[in-house]
């Protein structure tokens, strides 16, 4: 069984950095043809895809934010993480992480404000 | 960035009757492999989106038959027969074709 569990900070302040953490069970990302991709969505918005990572480390990056995202991964423990730099109040959204077969299983999300 | 458009943006159904969202991109999806990179999701209230159809026309794991997908290279449709009240929610269309991913506005679908 495939699950998901997104962790953060719950609140964090303008210009500072956005860590998440995605645990995930049920798969690996060493596995062949395996990912983890991050979604976000503002509340009563829509969905904004951000980055994937591969079982072989490749990464893609939304090119809207690619100079602020990083992702990577923790094979060994089974998580993958995204930081967003340099946040601002348009960044407040809950955020998922997904498997990046199709976004076949996605995680509870975790809502993320940013606020002064 | 592939634009993916929508329509309708809320739709009314009889419980028991069927509906149709419609999704058209701005490129077309089909890849050189054949497969046309078009996916379905439904966001019920409160919760995380769930994958309905995926490369176009394939039922995901666990989706009753009552969904189905189809389409051509840049226009696709959902859809839904015999409408139940666990339907209720917001549908997205989305292209996992290229870089970036993106997904339609969504199309919110209610019971009358």
């Known amino acids: 069984q495939v699950t998901l569990k997104e962790s953060g900070p719950g609140i964090l302040q303008p210009s500072q950095t956005l860590s998440l953490t995605c645990t995930f069970s049920?798969?690996?990302?060493?596995?062949?043809?395996?990912?983890v991709g991050w979604i976000r969505q503002p509340s009563g918005k829509g969905l904004e895809w951000l980055a994937n990572i591969w079982w072989d480390d490749d990464k893609y990056y939304n090119p809207s934010l690619k100079n602020r995202l990083t992702i990577s991964k923790d094979t060994s423990n089974n998580q993958a993480f995204l930081k967003i730099t340099n946040v601002d109040t348009a960044d407040t959204a809950t955020y998922y992480c997904a498997t990046t077969t199709g976004f076949d299983y996605w995680g509870q999300g975790v809502m993320v404000t940013v606020s002064s | 960035d592939i634009v993916m458009t929508q329509a309708p943006l809320s739709v009314s159904v009889t419980p028991g009757e069927s509906a149709s969202i419609s999704c058209r991109s701005s490129?077309?999806?089909?890849?050189?492999?054949?497969?046309?990179?078009v996916y379905w999701y439904l966001q019920k209230p409160g919760k995380s989106p769930q994958l309905l159809i995926y490369r176009m026309s394939n039922l995901a794991s666990g989706v009753p038959d009552r969904f189905s997908g189809s389409g051509s290279e840049t226009d696709f449709t959902l859809k839904i027969s015999r409408v139940e009240a666990e339907d209720v929610g917001i549908y997205y269309c989305g292209q996992l074709l290229e870089n970036p991913y993106t997904f339609g506005a969504g199309t919110k679908l209610e019971l009358k």
């Open positions: 490129k077309s999806l089909l890849h050189s492999n054949g497969i046309t990179y």
């Open positions: 049920g798969f690996s990302l060493s596995t062949y043809g395996m990912g």
